[in-house]
């Protein structure tokens, strides 16, 4: 799995927490949703993403946005 793949299914992962934790714990865990909606717009525009540099150094493959 390329290092795109695997930031795309973590960000959606988070959302569904998030979502699923603000049903039950309560609304202040969609702030988790608008950090990771906020991350991926700016990744989309900068090419930074933590998640990336993470995953490169422990030895994904590179994919075409994040290289």
């Excluded at 930031?7 to 569904?16: E, K, Q, R």
């Amino acid at each position: 799995m390329s290092i795109d793949r695997v930031v795309m299914a973590f960000a959606g992962a988070m959302i569904l927490l998030s979502l699923a934790l603000s049903q039950m714990h309560g609304p202040n865990w969609l702030w988790l949703t608008v950090f990771v909606g906020a991350n991926l717009l700016q990744a989309a525009f900068t090419g930074f993403c933590p998640l990336a540099i993470v995953l490169k150094r422990i030895g994904l493959r590179p994919g075409v946005a994040f290289p």
